[in-house]
């Protein structure tokens, strides 16, 4: 269990008590990552194949809200979720990756996949299956479409695993919304090397007809034509894919303690989402448009109100739970070890950002943290080998005091300590450091009154909060 801002207690995973079932998973994911196809495979023509053989399952789900973006589209989801929740339905979500146990990636009806289920789905698929080649995440994708299929709901959330238009879950012909997130340098060795070329790719789940919320976007993805590549891709449709796009059919804003969202002119004020930064509200903006849509009728002004202990019940932005984005690590949080290195005046912080879009929106926190106290901030990175420090640190750099860079444990994608180390030194911190764990990283930092922050790839973060 977590605990988030309101002191709420949310599970983080589903994993077993039974250690032999865990231990049968753990033989099945080992599987699917030795054995099987470890070529992303850049068409659909596989995962078609494979689900023929399990009767469609994918064409058996409730109403479908897919997914797309680099970043934003977990916390766009949790939003999503939480207010059609809020609204008495019962919504099944796929996302990843997952940060601690695999179960996090399934929610049935609102609750995570136990670890029982989410076996016996995937020994179900490895039978049918018979070992022809296929990846991991085309597996896990067919077993979730398996799962959801079996259990009534009213809304499927798919999230894209990386790109949109060849991406295994972009098998699902009629979805009722689709949503792209802020678009980012990612992933660039799969989906091109420029804006436009992965803005093309995440477009790729616009469907016929079907209208798709787009997200903010930031001045370098404006600058490099994004918004036209979404457009041609939506009129080169039979029947155009109707967008309402941030800062055109819909808005939002700060508005002190709340934020004031817009949709075609009329507006509502609501709380602001309990996940921390301006990218958030940008995010929430999202999730409402798209709830918008899906429910067809005026806003709940009850349940969107700004928190009133007068008038329950609590405004479910308020209640969201997302682990690993602008997280700060207190006591009682799993983290507690990590947290007891530290002294109490000083505040620890957690995010797996790891692009340049993340690393904008982080020195935009880092930036508002400096305006308010002053604090020095010191940064504790670790990255897969496959990011790009460089486009992720850069826009830090006139908030940080001191970056140390470190690995992550048991990860063989992981950066060394001194490949990353002489990836940022060019960028001209200025106070760099080496660390071979997190720990030791910690109790390096002497400063008393002072905020860290512990960042890079989610698999790093895993690590942390696990």
Not at 22 to 38: K, N, T, V
Request: aromatic fraction near 6%; proline fraction near 5%.
């Amino acid at each position: 269990m977590l605990k988030n801002k309101n002191g709420l207690l949310e599970p983080l995973h589903n994993k077993s008590n039974d250690a032999a079932l865990e231990a049968r998973l753990e033989e099945i994911l080992g599987l699917l990552y030795s054995f099987y196809a470890q070529t992303i495979d850049m068409s659909l023509e596989r995962v078609e194949r494979f689900l023929t053989q399990l009767d469609n399952p994918h064409l058996k789900l409730p109403p479908v809200i897919h997914v797309a973006g680099t970043n934003g589209k977990g916390s766009t989801i949790a939003m999503l979720r939480a207010l059609l929740e809020a609204s008495h339905k019962r919504v099944h979500v796929m996302t990843s990756p997952h940060l601690f146990h695999t179960t996090e990636r399934i929610r049935l009806a609102g609750d995570l996949i136990s670890t029982k289920m989410l076996v016996d789905v995937l020994e179900e698929c490895l039978a049918v299956n018979r070992s022809e080649p296929i990846t991991f995440f085309e597996m896990l994708t067919a077993a979730s479409f398996l799962a959801m299929s079996r259990i009534p709901a009213d809304y499927v959330i798919l999230e894209t695993g990386m790109g949109g238009r060849l991406d295994a879950t972009n098998v699902v012909p009629d979805p009722i919304c689709t949503i792209i997130t802020t678009i980012s340098k990612d992933h660039k060795k799969f989906l091109g090397n420029t804006m436009q070329k992965i803005a093309f790719e995440k477009a790729g789940i616009m469907k016929s007809g079907v209208p798709c919320i787009i997200g903010y976007q930031t001045k370098q993805a404006h600058d490099a034509g994004v918004l036209d590549v979404f457009q041609d891709t939506s009129t080169s449709l039979p029947t155009d894919a109707k967008l309402f796009r941030y800062g055109s059919e819909w808005d939002i804003e700060p508005k002190n303690d709340g934020a004031k969202f817009t949709w075609q002119g009329e507006s509502i004020v609501t709380s602001q989402p309990n996940l921390i930064g301006l990218h958030q509200i940008y995010n929430c903006g999202a999730a409402l448009a798209a709830y918008r849509i899906i429910m067809k009728t005026d806003f709940d002004a009850k349940i969107l109100s700004p928190d009133n202990p007068d008038n329950p019940p609590v405004n479910p932005l308020r209640k969201i739970h997302w682990p690993g984005r602008l997280q700060k690590i207190e006591s009682g949080n799993e983290s507690l070890a990590l947290r007891n290195l530290l002294h109490d005046t000083q505040e620890l912080w957690c995010d797996g950002g790891h692009n340049d879009s993340a690393g904008i929106m982080l020195a935009h926190q880092a930036k508002i943290w400096q305006e308010q106290d002053q604090k020095p901030l010191h940064l504790i990175v670790a990255m897969v080998d496959r990011k790009h420090p460089k486009e992720f640190l850069e826009p830090l750099l006139p908030y940080t005091a001191s970056i140390t860079v470190t690995s992550i444990p048991d990860e063989a994608s992981s950066y060394s300590v001194d490949e990353l180390y002489d990836l940022v030194e060019p960028l001209g911190f200025k106070e760099l450091r080496k660390s071979v764990t997190t720990a030791k990283a910690l109790t390096n930092i002497e400063d008393r009154n002072t905020r860290i922050l512990i960042t890079g790839s989610l698999y790093f973060i895993g690590t942390i909060l696990a």
